[in-house]
Nanobody, 125 residues
Framework: QVQLVESGGGLVQAGGSLRLSCAASGHTFSRYAMGWFRQAPGKEREFVAVISWSGDSTYYADSVKGRFTISRDNAKKTVYLQMNSLKPEDTAVYYC??????????????????WGQGTQVTVSS
């Protein structure tokens, strides 16, 4: 199991950028696919992005493709989400999550492992 702590959320104007970070603890971080999902008030949880354990493969939700970039640094046990061209509809609590299988997450959009406490992202119009 990995423990995850997100940071980097905040308030930004539409068109702006934010970078979220997720720091992991535990010995097995590099074995997990890592990713992000988000949840807006009154809405279902939504998959955002996932990256394979090696960082060689990434997969994005259509709603963020071309605007968001996921990356990881296994030496620092950290995963990042660079968010550009933000829109008001990106407003949500963003959660970092882990899963043993990149293939499963990219196929289902669901993470079976740990997730963090979330960080709020608010985009004003």
């Amino acid at each position: 199991q990995v423990q995850l702590v997100e940071s980097g959320g905040g308030l930004v104007q539409a068109g702006g950028s934010l970078r979220l970070s997720c720091a992991a603890s535990g010995h097995t971080f590099s074995r997990y696919a890592m990713g992000w999902f988000r949840q807006a008030p009154g809405k279902e949880r939504e998959f955002v992005a996932v990256i394979s354990w090696s960082g060689d493969s990434t997969y994005y939700a259509d709603s963020v493709k071309g605007r968001f970039t996921i990356s990881r640094d296994n030496a620092k046990k950290t995963v990042y989400l660079q968010m550009n061209s933000l829109k008001p509809e990106d407003t949500a609590v963003y959660y970092c999550a882990a899963d043993p299988s990149y293939a499963v997450v990219s196929a289902t959009g669901r993470f079976a492992g740990s997730w963090g406490q979330g960080t709020q992202v608010t985009v004003s119009s």
